[in-house]
């Protein structure tokens, strides 16, 4: 079995067992990912830091970003596909506007998909190969001159500590 085929059936299971219940209860980030930190460093030197969940089980990478509906200004997801390849997101059951960093193994941004489609079953793919992606809030990336080429520095990402 793929990784590809795993997240598949882990996503028909989410939807045919876990997405009622899910939808209910769901408002703010998956409060069973523990939070930390990330910095985003422009070619500038601006550095902007966020609260993120990272998402690495098959079932976490289904889920997302699905059916929250807060979030903070600072907040995010950051994915963690487990190996360097071609990703790709959608936006289905995910009622947020996000801006999708797409995110190569050194933790430079490859691409960014900004001001995602809420709810859109539209594939959104990156520029060749990733490792990571992360999903903030959609404008954020214009708002704060974050571009592809900027970097990404958190733990899970192996770019080191947050200084």
């Known amino acids: 079995m793929t990784a590809r085929s795993g997240i598949f059936i882990a996503m028909q299971l989410f939807f045919a067992i876990g997405a009622p219940q899910t939808m209910a209860t769901a408002a703010g980030l998956p409060e069973q990912l523990p939070a930390s930190a990330l910095t985003i460093e422009t070619a ?13 089980t098959p079932g976490q990478l ?35 506007q996000l801006d999708m ?38 404008g954020t990336c214009a708002r704060l001159g974050i571009e592809a080429g900027d970097r990404v520095i958190h733990p899970a990402i192996g770019t080191g500590s947050i200084e």
């Not at 889920?63 to 907040?75: D, I, K, P, Q, S």
């Open 44 to 56: 500038g030197g601006d550095r902007h830091g966020f609260t993120v969940r990272v998402a690495s």
């Open 62 to 96: 289904a889920r997302g970003l699905m059916f929250v509906t807060e979030m903070g200004e600072w907040e995010g997801m950051l994915f963690d596909f487990g190996a360097t390849r071609p990703a790709s997101m959608w936006m289905r059951n995910t009622p947020l």
């Open 101 to 138: 960093l797409f995110i190569r193994a050194d933790g430079t941004i490859s691409n960014i998909a900004a001001r995602t489609e809420p709810y859109s079953r539209t594939s959104i793919p990156s520029a060749g190969p990733v490792r990571y992606a992360l999903e903030i809030h959609g």
